[in-house]
């Protein structure tokens, strides 16, 4: 059975930064696609960014390109998201997630499991 276990979230001022990590246990990591997703109050789930298993391709937002970085550690079963010149609009609860497709994907349909999720406020 996957488990995701994200940590990381918290209060930032606009223009700071946070680094939010998920850790994967109970399959191989390194076989997994993993994403990260968010959402915000009153609003749908959102892609944030994902980075593919294989060859470690990259997909973002268009909202997060260029401020926000996805990057895995296969030794230490661990996704992390490295977010930057955050913004109020960022404020959300963040989600990890993981399929076994090769693709990173921004369609949430196709992820498979998924953390239980930290809160991230960007305070203006």
């Known amino acids: 059975q996957v488990q995701l276990v994200n940590s990381g979230g918290g209060l930032v001022q606009a223009g700071g930064s946070l680094t939010l990590s998920c850790v994967l246990s109970?399959?191989?990591?390194?076989?997994?696609?993993m994403g990260w997703f968010r959402q915000a109050p009153g609003k749908e789930r959102e892609f944030v960014a994902a980075i593919a298993w294989r060859d470690s391709n990259t997909n973002y937002a268009d909202s997060v390109k260029g401020r926000f970085t996805i990057s895995r550690d296969n030794a230490k079963n661990t996704v992390y998201l490295l977010m930057n010149s955050l913004k109020p609009e960022d404020t959300a609860i963040y989600y990890c997630?993981?399929?076994?497709?090769?693709?990173?994907?921004?369609?949430?349909?196709?992820?498979?499991?998924w953390g239980q999720g930290t809160q991230v406020t960007v305070s203006s």
């Open positions: 997630t993981a399929r076994r497709g090769a693709v990173a994907t921004a369609n949430r349909d196709e992820y498979t499991y």
């Open positions: 109970g399959r191989t990591f390194s076989t997994y696609t």
